[in-house]
Nanobody, 132 residues
Framework: VQLQASGGGLVQPGGSLRLSCAAS????????IGWFRQAPGKEREGVSL????????YYADSVKGRFTIYRANNRNTVNLEMNSLKPEDTAVYYC??????????????????????????WGKGTQVTVSS
């Protein structure tokens, strides 16, 4: 799986930005695709995930109500619409994907977001800076 992220930039607090992740190379089975971010001096953290097959979405508490993840282009593009941006959203944002196992427990997606479970594929990051 290859992932190409785009759409980062500089935006003022309270502003909006949309990130896009173009994905290719999927094989049989279902995948989760999502966004993670890493701010300077901090650990990488999960932002949001979407299930490629049916669009089920998952969000970190820090972005609920402000960010929206959705599919486009026959499920091969995943966009992250970011609204009401705050300076603490400043980070390098990474698109990532992983193949979903046939059986998993109810904490599976939470564990993907908190990086307890690793993602199989990563794209290069795109910088998002929220500053006045």
């Amino acid at each position: 799986v290859q992932l190409q992220a785009s759409g980062g930039g500089l935006v003022q607090p309270g502003g909006s930005l949309r990130l896009s992740c173009a994905a290719s190379g999927f094989t049989l089975g279902d995948y989760a695709i999502g966004w993670f971010r890493q701010a300077p001096g901090k650990e990488r953290e999960g932002v949001s995930l979407i299930r490629r097959s049916d669009g089920t979405r998952y969000y970190a508490d820090s972005v609920k109500g402000r960010f929206t993840i959705y599919r486009a282009n026959n499920r091969n593009t995943v966009n992250l619409e970011m609204n009401s941006l705050k300076p603490e959203d400043t980070a390098v944002y990474y698109c990532a994907s992983t193949k979903i196992p046939q059986y998993y427990n109810r904490d599976y997606y939470a564990n993907l977001l908190n990086l307890r479970y690793g993602m199989d594929y990563w794209g290069k990051g795109t910088q998002v800076t929220v500053s006045s």
